[in-house]
């Protein structure tokens, strides 16, 4: 069974600090694919990132970066210089490498920036 | 750039009616999926869809749910009798799947808010 855990209900920050956004996942899998999505106010889910399990290689995307650990299980998520319009609930997904392919959620991080 | 479209963006209804939710995948996609979010919580897996036919449903996915793809390009979800607690939102994701549906990244649709009074 796969299982993704974001221990971090809600997060405050004033704009302009950093903030990470923890993931701990659980797979018996041995390829399996890790999301981040942001989900604004308005509901979509809008993707961010996708990382292999077989590619630990840290990514940058501006003011978005990603720490996969693989020896730990996390994939945790940094927004360096934090805005308000950050603000959002994030979600870390877990799909596996089956052909059926269906992603587990976390429970979502409420992210609140304050000008 | 493709995306996946849902109709409609939202949907009242009455306690026991049907409701037929319609997305239509990427165009060259071949694994289809609905998830379903309840307010404030997090995103559940329904099903999946392949092939026309389900490959994986969870827990939740019981009889009064089914999905379909009437034609080439819409996936429907039916919820037969809805109940209160149906009220949530549904998305629907589209996968390419042509290295198998695990290897790609699932694309979701804006999704349809669905009360049921």
């Given amino acids: 069974a796969q299982k993704v855990t974001q221990a971090q209900t809600e997060i405050s920050v004033v704009e302009k600090e950093d903030v990470t956004l923890d993931c701990v996942y659980e797979t018996r899998d041995t390829t399996y694919y890790l999301f981040w999505y942001k989900q604004p106010p308005s509901g979509e889910l809008v993707f961010l990132i996708r990382r292999n399990s077989f590619d630990e290689q840290n990514e940058i995307s501006g003011r978005y970066s990603w720490n996969f650990q693989k020896s730990t299980s996390s994939f945790n998520f940094t927004i360096t210089a934090s805005q308000v319009v950050d603000s959002a609930v994030y979600f870390c997904a877990l799909k596996g490498g089956t052909n059926a392919g269906k992603s587990t959620f976390g429970d979502g991080t409420t992210l609140t920036v304050k000008p | ?117």
């Fill in chain 2, 1 to 117: 750039e493709p995306e996946v479209t849902q109709t409609p963006s939202h949907q009242v209804t009455q306690m026991g009616q049907e409701v037929i939710l319609r997305c239509v995948p990427i165009s060259n996609h071949l694994y289809f999926y609905w998830y379903r979010q309840i307010l404030g919580q997090k995103v559940e897996f329904l099903v999946s869809f392949y092939n026309n036919e389900i490959s994986e449903k969870s827990e939740i996915f019981d009889d009064q749910f089914s999905v379909e793809r009437p034609d080439g390009s819409n996936f429907t979800l039916k919820i037969r009798s809805t109940k209160l607690e149906d009220s949530a939102m549904y998305f629907c994701a589209s996968t390419g799947g042509l290295r198998g549906a695990g290897q790609e990244t699932q694309y979701f649709g804006p999704g349809t808010r669905l009360l049921v009074l």
